[in-house]
């Protein structure tokens, strides 16, 4: 029976024959990749969230069921009937869907480990300095790698022709002059690209940084290689080239921790009593969960004419907490000084002199 079946193999015509080891090729690979897929399946955790087994699945799937069916058709190459000509090309054919392949293999091993260190350094916690450290930097590995990876898969192929190699070499030597006005062309692309990578390793901000730039302020959403998103408080996005932080001053309120003082101001008459009112932010700050219990006084912290200036300080562990507290307890001091001390809010004096019927009525500001 099997020598049957392969006396009609054997019989059959070149294309028919080649088109049939190719299609065994590429079903022998989806077939390998089935069954390792499965295994995995069935040895990974059934628990929800992050798992590394649940990545691999999901970042190397697709070039593993790319790469697979190749390697299995680069085995078969020598059954194939082909003469030297159509070999040359299949071969060529067959380097370059491996080199894709290998390619898109790295890129997606590189997007695993991403997404391993994204999980260990969780940005959920409060106070996240080390982690924002680590996920900033990490952003700018990814992509710096995979832009290394395709540039060395494309540099691959094209080199592995006679033709594109001669013609690069001619390139190389013959764009002396084009290559300086590129060069000055890109000259602001590169200083962005530069400042890139200088900010993912000095710092000077992180992803989830609160930051104040241009009178706004917001959160570092995304960090690229040219450019920096900030989301704004009310949804907008504000979006800036890189160097912008290397060269203008800006505010980041979270550049070494997350906690934060707030303040808030008040405009009291004179006659205010400050204790009365000390006590009552203690205890307004005492039922806060938002106050992180570090740091709570009220100050006068100017006078002039009219009224005092009372500055209440605060602490919180990050700037949107801060910022919902000091709005909580300006609002509840307001309430407590109207129910309380009504007489002690801003107002504007005037003494009235009677002296005679000629200066009646008269009004003097005091």
Not at 57 to 62: A, D, M
Not at 146 to 172: E, M, N, P, Q, W
Not at 220 to 235: A, F, N, P, R
Not at 287 to 295: A, I, Q, T
């Amino acid at each position: 029976m099997w020598d049957h079946l392969y006396d009609t193999l054997n019989r059959l015509p070149n294309f028919l024959w080649n088109l049939l080891l190719i299609a065994s090729a590429f079903l022998a690979g989806l077939l390998i990749k089935f069954i390792l897929t499965g295994i995995l399946h069935l040895t990974a955790p059934k628990k929800d969230g992050f798992t590394l087994l649940r990545s691999i699945l999901r970042y190397l799937g697709k070039p593993v069921n790319f790469l697979l069916p190749v390697l299995v058709l680069n085995l078969m190459q020598p059954y194939l009937r082909l003469n030297r000509q159509h070999e040359s090309v299949f071969d060529k054919t067959v380097d370059i869907l491996l080199t894709t392949a290998f390619a898109a293999l790295l890129i997606g091993l590189v997007k695993v480990f991403e997404d391993y260190v994204s999980h260990v350094y969780d940005l959920k916690k409060s106070d996240n300095l080390r982690e924002r450290k680590i996920r900033t930097q990490l952003i700018f590995i990814r992509k710096f790698l995979i832009s290394v990876i395709v540039v060395l898969a494309v540099c691959t192929i094209l080199l592995s022709f006679d033709h594109l190699r001669k013609l690069g070499t001619g390139l190389l030597t013959g764009v002396g002059v084009g290559g300086i006005i590129i060069g000055f062309a890109a000259q602001k692309s590169l200083g962005n690209l530069l400042a890139g990578f200088q900010i993912a390793f000095t710092q000077p901000i992180r992803i989830d940084d609160v930051l104040v730039v241009e009178g706004e302020w917001g959160r570092v959403e995304e960090i690229t290689l040219t450019y920096v998103v900030l989301s704004i408080w009310d949804q907008r996005s504000l979006i800036l080239p890189i160097n912008y932080f290397i060269e203008k001053p800006f505010q980041n309120w979270t550049h070494n921790s997350a906690d934060i003082l707030g303040t808030a101001f008040l405009y009291l008459d004179y006659s205010i009593p400050i204790q009365p009112l000390r006590k009552e932010f203690t205890r307004l700050l005492q039922e806060n969960p938002l106050w992180d219990k570090r740091v709570n006084a009220i100050q006068v912290t100017n006078t002039n004419e009219h009224t005092i200036e009372l500055r209440a300080l605060m602490s919180a562990a990050n700037a949107s907490n801060a910022f919902d507290l000091r709005c909580y307890i300006r609002e509840k001091l307001i309430d407590f000084v109207q129910q309380n001390y009504p007489e002690s809010l801003p107002k504007t004096r005037a003494e009235v002199k009677a002296s005679g019927f000629q200066n009646a009525g008269e009004i003097r500001p005091s």
